[in-house]
């Protein structure tokens, strides 16, 4: 399965069946984590939050190629995306694991990801830096195995996102 996850309404021309999933995070009810860790504990793999976020989690972790599209706030992604991608703990256990020097979590049934973040509405070049180093930080715990950043003004968005779908098509 291939998944677009959007913090704003877009307007794509998807190819037709179910390959192809997207999300309009925008139009969600998804709560903030409270860092209860009753997904570790009292429901493993699933939150205990009974929101729009517990359909969402387990299609990422089913993805096999992701594109997030998020506005950059200081540096992070948006609310939308940033509260998603947060209440997606339930694919990952408890344990920790030593990956190359590092301390990662170890991923409860998630396809290894091809992801591209396309991110919109960035003040300047050190607020890409920043996103570019947080993304990369991130990427093993989102059992991303290649990924992409780009960016893009806001009156491109769309076809910067259609160019991405585009190019799954190809594949």
Not at 19 to 32: A, K
Not at 37 to 49: A, N, Q, S, Y
Not at 94 to 106: K, M, N, W
Not at 140 to 145: G, K, V, Y
Request: glycine share 4%; with cysteine; proline share 4%.
């Amino acid at each position: 399965m291939k998944l677009i996850m959007s913090d704003r309404p877009l307007q794509l021309h998807l190819p037709t069946g179910d390959e192809v999933q997207w999300i309009d995070l925008s139009q969600l009810c998804i709560h903030h984590c409270v860092g209860c860790f009753g997904c570790w504990t009292k429901t493993p793999g699933k939150c205990v939050i009974r929101d729009d976020a517990v359909t969402v989690y387990p299609k990422i972790a089913q993805s096999e190629a992701v594109i997030y599209v998020s506005r950059i706030r200081y540096g992070s992604y948006d609310i939308a995306m940033k509260t998603v991608l947060e209440r997606a703990i339930p694919v990952q256990q408890a344990f920790i694991r030593v990956l190359d020097g590092e301390t990662h979590h170890i991923q409860r049934r998630v396809v290894p990801k091809k992801a591209v973040i396309i991110a919109y509405g960035a003040d300047g070049e050190e607020e890409r830096e920043i996103f570019r180093r947080l993304v990369s930080r991130n990427a093993r715990n989102m059992n991303l195995e290649q990924y992409e950043v780009l960016f893009t003004t806001e009156t491109q968005l769309e076809q910067t996102v259609q160019n991405e779908v585009e190019k799954w098509n190809r594949l």
